[in-house]
């Protein structure tokens, strides 16, 4: 079955600890990227990525960094500097990454403060 | 991902009645389109796709109509069934890897 895989689905953080979310795909998508999703908002973008090894910072990068050894792989750590961390997090693929692409999303992952 | 949609426009419609699901976008630049459904707890489900140079395209009970004159788009469901309740959104794409989203909307079907 192809798709994207987002584990784990529910993640606690405690203060000052850092955590990984993970991102799997098997499309062969050149882009993956994350989003963090709040209620009553639209997705905003944190961080993406067009190729193995690159990736640029988007709308609400702060707290967050990532990582691209792989093409089918794209973790997420939140740090201790994002001081609001509580949202869904969700990752996403397409081809290209020059937009104008049909963008596939995982399943997503709540993050919770303990 | 349950806090989702919380304080959304709401729009209720009968078992079987026609649903229209509206998104203003905001950016004239905006070539590329996409209708997502989002259920409680799950990820975006892509629904259709239609390019600027289309007015219309349809899909198996779907149809999307994008008006570029007053930057509108609307998502038709056909015969709307309790499976189709969840929060659509619309998403916007100029040619680059920024896509904007819209804030959705929850559709109630009502048995």
């Known amino acids: 079955d192809g798709g994207i895989t987002q584990s784990p689905k529910y993640l606690f953080r405690k203060e000052g600890q850092n955590v990984t979310l993970s991102c799997e795909q098997n499309?062969?998508?050149?882009?993956m990227y994350w989003y963090r999703q709040d209620p009553g908002q639209g997705l905003r973008l944190i961080y993406y990525?067009?190729?193995?090894?690159?990736?640029q910072k988007g709308d609400i990068a702060e707290g967050y960094s990532v990582s691209r050894e792989k093409k089918e792989s794209f973790p997420l750590t939140v740090t201790s500097a994002q001081k609001n961390p509580t949202a869904f997090y969700l990752c996403?693929?397409?081809?290209?990454?020059?937009?104008?692409?049909?963008?596939?999303f995982g399943s997503g992952t709540q993050l919770s403060v303990l | 991902g349950e806090s989702v949609g919380l304080h959304l426009p709401t729009l209720s419609v009968q078992e079987g009645d026609n649903s229209i699901i509206n998104c203003a976008y905001s950016?004239?630049?905006?070539?590329?389109f996409i209708w997502y459904k989002q259920e409680s707890g799950k990820g975006p489900q892509f629904i259709i796709d239609?390019?600027?140079?289309?007015d219309k395209r349809q899909g198996q009970r779907v149809t999307v109509l994008l008006n570029k004159t007053v930057k509108h788009l609307s998502l038709q469901i056909a015969a709307t069934q309790p499976g189709d309740s969840a929060v659509y959104f619309c998403?916007?794409?100029?040619?680059?890897?920024?896509?904007?989203f819209g804030t959705g909307t929850r559709l109630k079907v009502l048995a």
């Open positions: 996403a693929s397409s081809f290209a990454g020059q937009g104008s692409e049909k963008l596939f």
């Open positions: 499309l062969n998508h050149d882009a």
């Open positions: 990525s067009q190729i193995v090894n690159d990736f």
């Open positions: 950016n004239s630049a905006s070539d590329y």
């Open positions: 239609i390019r600027s140079n289309m």
């Open positions: 998403a916007e794409n100029s040619g680059t890897y920024k896509y904007i």
